[in-house]
Structures are given as structure tokens and as C-alpha cells.
């Protein structure tokens, strides 16, 4: 089960890893190792999130996930997303950034540094929406951290909170950004437009690609309740029944969906690379890597049904979300340890495979052992 999950996984970190002596020797191959674990540890969370919204798909589109959607993250977020917010941050053509990263590298590492206001604004805001529509949820029954979960889902009734409390978010970060910058000569005090349009630029992407894929999800629903129901009634008529025809446009838009998402979770691994290395190549050979295994840990946790058992796991990974977006606010005007970006997360989703633990162990002492569960117990054993 692990070689069938992972054996491409495998097979492309032997290849990179190859690559990589080929291209700069021993010194290249460290690298790029450092850059692969990187890039698993900032984006472990991710995989949680992903395999969330995965489980909803059917195997067709879990493969699509793993062959289309590999090649958007590798080559699009990690080779071909450098260079393109290199090209407009300094209008330049994208093969005239291209030769940049090539032949002048510092260059390149600078312009990619001035952009990073705007990439940290947009990636935030995305990051953020998702973590405050899972805090306020009211609808959900499960809660990790009752004392805080709890309030806060009733809050969830007021329409449009998630959003008030991101564009007060991104207010505050855009107002403190202009007036650091006035107390230190005013050179990035325009930046602050920047920052203001490209977080709403985030958080709009997040309505539209989010209420696409809710509404087809739901339209995806209503006609699987009515297939079942005809089901039933051919079974008494010994008829057979044609598929839902919607499925294809709801796992698309689940898919388009997933794409964004791990876009803005790529954010902070790709800024995080320029401070091991420069060159594009050794970048994309790390990043890639890493990416492989977020991919394959995903399809792992659906289906061998972790999140099924481990139920806070879900919670952890939200958490972790939601403390990544803050901190790529935060970048936006401070510098902030690529190590403590990447162990926020990972604490956080282990503590909360903990409380699973925890959670699962009193389940099947309360129930003899068998590992029964109730809604009330569920609840009940949360921190």
C-alpha cells in the first residue's frame, strides 16, 4: 500500500536528487534534500486540508489530483510562479526573468524579495478565509478546542463574518505597512495600495472558486439523493439507472478548487527557498520533490480513512492554516524563521493527532472496546 502510494514519490526524489549531482555536485544534491524537506514540512498541513476535500472525489479525478495536478504544482507553482512574479514585479519579459535567475541570481533574489508584499497579501487573505469559515462553522458537531470552538461557532450565525473579519485583518496590515514605511522614509508607502488590492484580490478568488465548487458540491448532492431514490425504485422495477451526468463539473470545480489552495500553500516554501538558495533550477528540483509527497500523503490519508479515525486531525491542520496566514501577514513587514513557520503546523497537527489518540482510546473504553463512538462523546472528549 505505502510503494503503490508513494512509488512515484519515490521514483522522483531518486530523479531530482540524480538531477541535482548532475547539475551542481554534492553540494547542489544537499541542497536540494534540504529544500525537499522543507517543503514537506511547511506544506504537511496542506495534505490534511487536501485529503478533506479529496475524499469527496471519485478515483478518476484522485488520479487526475495526482498526474494534471502534480504538474500545475511542480512546474507551474514551483518552476514557472518565481519567475512570473519576477516578470511583472519588474516588467520584464518572462524570458528576460528566466535569464535573470539564470545570470544574475542576487538580481533575481531581490526582485523576488520586493514582490513578496503582495504574494504574502494574497496567499494570507486565501489562507485566512479558509481557516475563519472553519471557526465559525456552526453546523459543525466534532470540536478539538470546546472552550474557543464553541463561542465562536455560534458567531458563525451573523452572515458574512469571515469575510468583515478578514478585511479588518487585511485593513490593519495594510495600515501598519504604510506607516512602518512613512517612519522609515516612506519608500514602500505606495506598496500599501498593493498590499490592500492583493489581499482583496485573495480573498475574492477564495468566493469565487470556493462558492463554484460549494455550489456544484451541493448541486453534485442533491442529484446523487435523487439517483438514490430511483435506485430503490428500480430495484423494485428491475430497471437499470444512468449516472449523474453533474459529477464531472462538481469534481472540476473541487479540483480548481484544490489547485488554488495548494497555490497559496506553496507560497511560503517558495519565498522560504530564496534564503537557501538562488538558482531556479536547484528550486524547482527541491520544491518538486516536496510537492510529490504532499500529493501522495494526501491520497494516503484518503484512503486508508485517517481522518476518519483521527478526527481532530481535520481541526490541527485548520489551526495550522489559520497561524500561516497571520504569519504571512506578518512577512509582509517582518522577517519571520522559515523553522518556525514550518513547526507551527506540524505542533499543531500533532497535538491534535494526540487529542485523536486520546479521544479514540476513551471511545473504546467507554464503549468495552470495540471502538464505538456517540455524537455526545465525540464532543465531549475535545481539549
Known amino acids: 500500500m505505502v510503494l503503490k502510494t508513494f512509488g512515484w514519490s519515490f521514483a522522483v526524489t531518486a530523479l531530482g536528487l540524480v538531477a541535482a549531482i548532475f547539475y551542481g555536485g554534492w553540494q547542489a544534491f544537499g541542497i536540494v534534500a534540504i529544500l525537499s524537506v522543507l517543503e514537506i514540512s511547511l506544506s504537511f498541513d496542506n495534505a490534511v486540508i487536501n485529503a478533506g476535500i479529496l475524499k469527496k472525489m471519485n478515483a478518476f479525478w484522485q488520479k487526475i489530483f495526482l498526474t494534471i495536478g502534480i504538474l500545475i504544482a511542480v512546474f507551474g507553482m514551483r518552476l514557472v510562479f518565481p519567475v512570473v512574479i519576477v516578470a ?72 458574512m463574518l469571515s469575510v468583515c473579519v478578514a478585511l479588518i485583518i487585511l485593513l490593519i496590515t495594510a495600515m501598519t505597512f504604510a506607516t512602518q514605511a512613512h517612519q522609515h522614509g516612506g519608500g514602500h508607502v505606495d506598496k500599501a495600495a498593493t498590499v490592500m488590492l492583493s489581499g482583496i484580490a485573495g480573498l475574492i478568488t477564495y468566493l469565487v472558486v470556493g462558492g463554484l465548487s460549494g455550489f456544484f458540491e451541493g448541486k453534485l448532492e442533491e442529484e446523487e439523493e435523487r439517483e438514490h431514490e430511483a435506485e430503490e425504485e428500480a430495484k423494485e422495477k428491475g430497471k437499470p439507472v444512468t449516472g449523474v451526468a453533474l459529477a464531472g463539473k462538481a469534481a472540476f470545480f473541487l479540483f480548481l478548487y484544490l489547485e488554488v489552495l495548494d497555490a497559496s500553500f506553496s507560497f511560503d516554501g517558495v519565498i522560504g527557498a530564496f534564503a537557501i538558495t538562488n538558482e531556479i ?102 481539549v
Open 281 to 382: 533550477v536547484l528550486m524547482a528540483l527541491g520544491l518538486g520533490i516536496g510537492a510529490m509527497y504532499v500529493r501522495s500523503l494526501t491520497v494516503y490519508l484518503v484512503r486508508e480513512g485517517t481522518l476518519d479515525d483521527y478526527v481532530y486531525l481535520e481541526h490541527g491542520a485548520h489551526y495550522a492554516i489559520g497561524a500561516l496566514s497571520i504569519i504571512l501577514l506578518i512577512t509582509i513587514q517582518y522577517e519571520i524563521n522559515e523553522f518556525i513557520t514550518g513547526s507551527v503546523g506540524v505542533i499543531l497537527i500533532a497535538l491534535s493527532f494526540w487529542s485523536s489518540v486520546r479521544r479514540n482510546r476513551a471511545l473504546a473504553a467507554e464503549s468495552g472496546g470495540d471502538g464505538g463512538s456517540g455524537s455526545k462523546s465525540e464532543v465531549s472528549s475535545g
Open 88 to 159: 511583472v514585479s519588474a516588467q520584464l519579459g518572462p524570458i528576460e526573468a528566466i535569464d535573470l535567475s539564470f545570470n544574475d541570481p542576487e538580481r533575481y533574489k531581490e526582485l523576488v524579495t520586493d514582490a513578496h508584499p503582495s504574494i504574502a497579501a494574497f496567499g494570507g487573505m486565501f489562507l485566512l478565509m479558509i481557516f475563519l469559515d472553519f471557526i465559525f462553522d456552526e453546523d459543525r458537531d466534532i470540536h478539538w478546542l470546546r472552550w474557543i470552538e464553541r463561542p465562536l461557532a455560534k458567531l458563525g450565525k451573523v452572515d
